[in-house]
């Protein structure tokens, strides 16, 4: 009897230690499987792709594009007399000069590359200071009309060109709107315009380097929703929309559109620099500094900065405290204004302290 009790708490004893290994077993092999599960989720983590600059970018824009953009900046030379608004072609246009003509009225030229419209307009007549301009930004310059000297500056070489007095009213590369007079009624029609530029033995291709942009979300300035100046006889305002985070242009009260649908002109960012004019004949030409640089203005994302303007590699770029300042990526309007009373005379409405 005292053997068979023996022998039963032998066996129980082998089963419980039996068990125990069985566990011990089971807790080394699960073990190695949770750390892999770790690692896997840690590598799978690292692996994660990470966001890659666009290869391509608009170089005046800063917007990027799946293809290389290649084709040739056209210039315009755009109307901005009372009876020319509302104008048909600029929202499409990826930067607009915004500068002083005779009789205190400004004048455009649109520079378009990465959008191009179905026609531009009025078509005006040159100035020396916007065909260097166009020249300088690499792109051929289309007008409508200028003084002999300067026409002669044009043939002579100083710009790839396209003129509508050459083409008036042809319905091929320029049009005539019976809804307006003269000289407020030419009309570039744009394909044809590069079809004449590539007959003409123009490049109508070329590489461009692209103006500093950034992504950054925030941006440093003055708070600023509304911005006030007078140039020349015409008032100028840019109003902030938030919702859209661009600005609307406004000349003499009215909201800057086109034509053809109303649809507003709206811009990422607005570079107001001031500069040397000077009337130099009777008739209120004038000469402009484009080169020794100076005093700007520069608004972004409702903010108002206080910046320099320079010229860099023939472009017209803003700085502060010698280091460049990017533009936000998408479009912009360059306003030259005299230097009297220059950025001074510039009314920021709402601004903070």
């Given at each position: ?39 896997s ?46 104008q ?20 455009f030229m ?17 100035r020396?200071y ?33 003129s ?13 709107s ?8 030419s ?32 941006i440093?300035g ?70 020794s ?12 900065q ?19 300042v ?13 230097n ?10 709402g601004?903070?302290?």
């Amino acid at each position: 009897m005292k053997k068979l009790l023996l022998f039963v708490m032998m066996l129980t004893l082998l089963a419980a230690c039996s068990n125990q290994d069985e566990e011990t077993s089971n807790q080394t092999e699960t073990s190695p499987s949770e750390n892999e599960s770790e690692e896997s989720e840690e590598t799978e983590g690292d692996d994660q792709p990470t966001e890659q600059p666009p290869e391509y970018i608009y170089p005046l824009t800063g917007v990027a594009t799946d293809e290389e953009p290649t084709n040739r900046m056209m210039a315009v030379m755009v109307n901005n007399h009372p009876k020319a608004r509302p104008q048909t072609g600029l929202s499409k246009a990826d930067i607009v000069f915004e500068i002083l003509a005779e009789g205190n009225i400004t004048r455009f030229m649109a520079l378009f590359q990465s959008e191009l419209p179905e026609k531009v307009g009025p078509v005006r007549s040159a100035r020396p200071y916007y065909f260097h301009l166009a020249d300088d930004y690499g792109a051929f310059y289309v007008y409508h009309g200028a003084a002999e000297f300067i026409n002669n500056m044009i043939t002579g070489g100083a710009v790839d060109y396209i003129s509508g007095a050459t083409w008036d009213g042809d319905n091929v590369h320029f049009e005539r709107s019976s809804n307006r007079v003269a000289p407020h009624n030419s009309y570039a029609i744009v394909d044809g315009i590069y079809e004449k530029a590539e007959e003409k033995g123009y490049e109508i291709e070329t590489d461009y380097e692209p103006l500093p942009f950034t992504d950054q979300a925030e941006i440093t300035g003055d708070t600023a929703s509304e911005v006030k100046f007078q140039y020349g006889n015409n008032t100028v305002r840019y109003a902030y929309d938030e919702a859209n985070q661009r600005y609307k242009r406004f000349s003499d009260g009215e909201q800057t559109v086109e034509l053809a649908d109303q649809a507003p002109v709206t811009m990422e960012n607005v570079l107001i620099m001031e500069t040397s004019h000077q009337v130099i004949d009777d008739e209120g030409r004038r000469e402009i500094d484009f080169e020794s640089g100076g005093d700007a203005l520069l608004l972004q994302k409702g903010k108002a900065q206080h910046v320099q303007w320079e010229r860099m590699g023939d472009k017209i770029i803003p700085t502060k405290d010698g280091e460049t300042v990017p533009f936000v990526s998408g479009k912009t309007w360059i306003n030259v204004i005299p230097n009297d009373p220059g950025i001074e005379g510039v009314n920021l409405v709402g601004a903070s302290e």
